[in-house]
């Protein structure tokens, strides 16, 4: 899965991050008041192949690991993180700012509030560096303290009819080394994918 995230606006200073309030508000059912907000946003930002279905999201969202909560920017709805807690890392699986909210600065708050409230280092996934998009986005996150890795990575599917997509790591604070990478590709299957396979196949 990709992140989706707008490009820090050059008007944005540190102070004027630090002054805005963000919230993190998890949701555990699909019953919770937000969570069509989310789910519309969820399904606008990332293509069909980097997302699941909403039968299957309901059950991962059953997994003691997994995390789906809403970015909330003065109580309002304005973004979703969705991640899972490994062992010793966290896997950032989606990311995305509310289109009305883009231009202010909200995804490089919210991805810097989520690392000073996480000890862990944090993983996530960001497409190849074949457009100019692309490029932005990993620039991006290299800004935040996020570190680029060289290692041959494929997403597994997330839906029936689905593919493997060729993505890259990034990392933070520090690059991985080839022993993190495996045991990050070791939880990534056993988690993420293993235990829903037959929701998929």
């Known amino acids: 899965m990709t992140v989706v995230i707008i490009n820090l606006n050059p008007d944005m200073t540190i102070l004027s991050l630090k002054k805005m309030k963000l919230t993190f508000y998890p949701i555990t059912s699909a019953n919770d008041q937000l969570f069509d907000s989310l789910w519309e946003l969820y399904e606008k930002a990332f293509p069909i192949m980097?997302?699941?279905?909403?039968?299957?999201?309901?059950?991962i969202m059953d997994q003691e690991t997994y995390h789906c909560e809403a970015i909330l920017y003065n109580d309002e709805f304005a973004g979703l993180i969705l991640w899972w807690q490994f062992n010793s890392t966290i896997y950032i699986?989606?990311?995305?700012?509310?289109?009305?909210?883009?231009?202010?600065g909200l995804g490089a708050k919210a991805l810097i509030d989520f690392i000073n409230k996480?000890?862990?280092g944090i993983i996530l996934e960001v497409e190849l560096p074949d457009k100019?998009?692309?490029?932005?986005?990993?620039?991006?996150?290299?800004?935040?303290?996020?570190?680029l890795n060289s290692y041959t990575h494929k997403q597994w599917p997330l839906r029936n009819n689905?593919?493997?997509l060729d993505l890259l790591l990034m990392s933070y604070p520090k690059l991985l080394t080839r022993l993190d990478?495996?045991?990050?590709?070791?939880e990534l299957k056993?988690?993420?994918f293993q235990p829903f396979e037959s929701y998929i196949i």
């Open 50 to 59: 980097e997302r699941r279905d909403l039968a299957l999201q309901k059950i």
């Open 93 to 104: 699986e989606h990311l995305a700012i509310d289109n009305n909210r883009r231009g202010q």
């Open 118 to 120: 996480n000890e862990q």
């Open 132 to 147: 100019t998009n692309n490029k932005r986005r990993i620039a991006f996150y290299e800004r935040l303290g996020f570190k």
């Open 162 to 164: 689905g593919k493997e």
């Open 181 to 186: 990478y495996i045991e990050f590709q070791s």
């Open 190 to 192: 056993k988690r993420c």
